[in-house]
């Protein structure tokens, strides 16, 4: 082999060595690069859903406070609601009782126990026993005026007079009934009974009871 045969073999045989050596390191560089992106996207993607578990467990543990805290409140109004309703309830007692009272200081004494309660605790009333609780302290009060209305004007026509007496008596009444209403609980099974229900009915000369 000659020195110029040599000469240019040479550099073809480093070309073709570095050709082999650039494609073999190149597939092994690429696929390494390769790995190594999939291992970030894998970190990546496991800190967003970290991230994301992590405000999901802190939202659902604020709402869970939020929700006990209103669920506690609405059982404590609740509560406070019932009780005002029973004791605006004795508080009616007394008023019909009283009504045809000509004690005044009774009924002075009376008329300002039901505004002390109006003015602390007319909020956790039913809106319609509100406003029956005021129409009757005010029944109440006007009642023994109407009593006395034929003795002071003769001339009064006694008719109406006596449908407003009546009427006005009724006002007294209905608070009663709005207490009721707004306290009225669900049956505890099956369709709730009422009066009509319960009431004795005559058969075959006999009473019994429906149902």
Known sequence: MDTTTLLF???TITLAGWALVKRFFGDYLSEKGKNQATREDIAEITRIVEGAKQSFN???ARLTEELRAQT???M?????RLEAHQE??????????????????RRQLLKQQCLNFHFTKCLYLDSTVREAFIAAITSFDIHPDLLRSPQINPMIDRTMMTKEIQDNFRRVERLG???????????IAGKARTFTDQAPTRIDGEFRHQG
């Open 88 to 105: 605006v309830y004795q508080l009616w007692r007394q008023l019909v009782d009283g009504i045809h009272s000509e004690d005044s200081e």
């Open 58 to 60: 802190q939202d659902f």
């Open 177 to 187: 009934k709005a207490i009721t209403d707004a306290c009225e609980l669900p049956a």
């Open 72 to 74: 506690s409140l609405r």
């Open 9 to 11: 073999g040479i550099p």
């Open 76 to 80: 404590l109004a609740a509560e406070k």
